[in-house]
Nanobody, 119 residues
Framework: QVQLVESGGGLVQAGGSLRLSCVFSGSINSISALEWHRQAPGKLRELVAGITRGGNTNYADSVKGRFTISRDNAKNTVYLQLNSLKPEDTAVYYC?????????????WGQGTQVTVSS
């Protein structure tokens, strides 16, 4: 099992910045990837950024060049730096961990943190 706790959301003006944090615990050696997803009201949850165990990263086209995902293994924390925020970035942001045990893969989610960008 993997537990995830997010923090760092809030209200910010367009053009501003925030840094989200997600502390992970439990079966951390089984984590194959960590991701940030978001869900805006009335929309489907979407992948924002991901980082693999080896440090490879990927981003949604809508956030490339503005958001940066990083990981601090010593602190068991994954971060999402959000720069040049736009009103359309308003959403609940969720931390997601993929856990692999043999042939099985499990998905774990945090409780979410609200990001609101005002115009």
């Amino acid at each position: 099992q993997v537990q995830l706790v997010e923090s760092g959301g809030g209200l910010v003006q367009a053009g501003g910045s925030l840094r989200l944090s997600c502390v992970f615990s439990g079966s951390i050696n089984s984590i194959s990837a960590l991701e940030w997803h978001r869900q805006a009201p009335g929309k489907l949850r979407e992948l924002v950024a991901g980082i693999t165990r080896g440090g490879n990263t990927n981003y949604a086209d809508s956030v490339k060049g503005r958001f940066t995902i990083s990981r601090d293994n010593a602190k068991n924390t994954v971060y999402l730096q959000l720069n040049s925020l736009k009103p359309e970035d308003t959403a609940v942001y969720y931390c997601h961990a993929k856990e692999k045990e043999g042939l099985f893969e499990y998905n774990h989610w945090g409780q979410g943190t609200q990001v609101t960008v005002s115009s």
